[in-house]
């Protein structure tokens, strides 16, 4: 599996904290946009499969995107978009260009923490995704929507923000990192809830965000969060002193998602 794949133009990393972030410079090809989006819940779903699902819908997208280039513009087909939300059992994971050090396991602290490491094609740092994690997979066609990925990667902030500021939870943004944050402002106890990572080919996106529901965060002492040894990790029912519904937090933020991108999500039977 290859990270991305540019002819026209290398990419180029964008603000640290992000896991994998690149900018496409192409210029929009497709004329014909498609705003409906195919929402899927995988429910309680291994890493490594729905890494092999979007794997499969980016390569199909990129793939047709590739096709319509050499057809008018009245014959070119529509490319497909998808969301996919999904929690994952306890897992590590380390990208290309990440630093194996900042894994405080080794294989034995692994299988007493029931959870499996995996290094794997993508660029950014090591992470942890886990049980009470919802964590978010648009597989879009940005020409379908807007060609900026700095405009992509603060929607998905934005989303994240509306939903908390639902449950009275004030965060934003923190300059030069990436992901939505509490104490953002003040900075006196920083501390993320959620990370983004994002890879991007002819302007089609794969991976997306980690938002803190009701995760276990001391599965976070055991590394150095995308690198980022200063800053602390929270999780949304830790803030409010409660277990929260994930179905509620999925609803919320489907709603905030269709608003900002002024798409339409569907679910397929």
Not at 169 to 195: F, M
Request: hydrophobic share 40%; glycine share 8%.
């Amino acid at each position: 599996m290859l990270l991305l794949s540019f002819q026209e133009a290398k990419p180029e990393p964008i603000d640290r904290g992000v896991l994998f972030c690149f900018c496409d410079k192409r210029t929009a090809v497709n004329q014909n946009k498609n705003k409906t989006v195919n929402f899927i819940d995988l429910g309680l779903k291994d890493y490594k499969e729905t890494w092999d699902f979007q794997e499969q819908l980016f390569a199909e997208t990129v793939a047709l995107k590739i096709q319509n280039r050499q057809l008018p513009t009245e014959e070119q087909a529509l490319t497909s978009n998808y969301l996919i939300f999904v929690e994952h059992p306890h897992v590590y994971t380390l990208g290309k260009s990440g630093d194996s050090s900042h894994l405080l396991l080794d294989d034995e602290g692994l299988k007493d923490n029931r959870a499996v490491f995996y290094k794997i094609n993508r660029g950014g740092d090591i992470t942890y995704h886990g049980p009470g994690q919802l964590v978010g997979y648009p597989i879009l066609d940005l020409d379908n929507f807007f060609t900026d990925i700095h405009q992509y990667l603060r929607f998905l902030e934005e989303a994240v923000i509306r939903t908390l500021a639902e449950y009275g939870v004030h965060a934003g943004r923190i300059d030069g990192l990436t992901g939505v944050w509490l104490d953002h402002e003040a900075q006196l106890n920083p501390r993320k809830i959620c990370a983004l990572g994002v890879k991007s080919s002819r302007w089609v996106t794969m991976h997306g965000f980690a938002f803190n529901v009701n995760a276990d965060v001391q599965y976070f002492g055991h590394i150095v969060p995308c690198g980022i040894p200063d800053k602390s990790v929270t999780s949304l029912h830790l803030e409010l002193g409660r277990p929260v519904d994930m179905e509620e937090v999925k609803a919320k933020m489907r709603r905030h998602l269709e608003a900002l991108f002024e798409m339409k999500l569907y679910t397929t039977a």
